[in-house]
């Protein structure tokens, strides 16, 4: 009985660890109503014409490297990574983004498994930004093609 209860117990635990990792990285959508969702080459070129690139990680992760000519803008999320998420929960200076909001503007962060930039192109839809660029695959799409950091 001792050794059939254990195996329940192990199983369990290793059920709830696993739902657990699932839940941790839970991927944004693909799409932004609102909001053009764009690729690192795409984002490249935009960023050539001068299209300005907010990068919503930590301020610690934009220290370590960051796309060249990037502004970091943190968007600091306590609400859960869901596309119905309560944005009130969380914290992002609009102050901080650029002060044309018919000029276009592209968000990023760490890639599909961050909502960050998700949930700031969101926010600044609601505060009145016309042409948002969502770069779904962040940094490391960025890195992953070899271009410019610092």
Not at 20 to 31: G, K, S
Not at 47 to 59: Q, V
Not at 68 to 87: I, L, M, Q
Request: a positive charge; aromatic letters at 10%.
């Amino acid at each position: 009985m001792k050794i059939k209860l254990s195996l329940i117990s192990s199983l369990f635990v290793f059920g709830l660890m696993m739902s657990l990792a699932v839940a941790a990285t839970i991927e944004t959508p693909t799409a932004l109503k609102g909001a053009e969702v764009i690729d690192a080459t795409k984002a490249k070129s935009l960023i050539d014409s001068g299209i300005k690139l907010i990068d919503t990680r930590i301020a610690i992760e934009f220290a370590e490297a960051h796309i060249k000519g990037a502004s970091n803008v943190p968007y600091k999320e306590k609400s859960a990574k869901a596309v119905d998420f309560d944005a009130a929960q969380d914290t992002f200076d609009l102050a901080k983004l650029p002060g044309d909001k018919n000029a276009g503007i592209i968000f990023q962060c760490n890639g599909p498994e961050c909502w960050k930039s998700y949930k700031a192109a969101i926010a600044a839809q609601k505060n009145g930004y016309k042409k948002i660029y969502w770069f779904r695959g962040g940094f490391p799409e960025w890195k992953s093609k070899g271009y410019p950091t610092e």
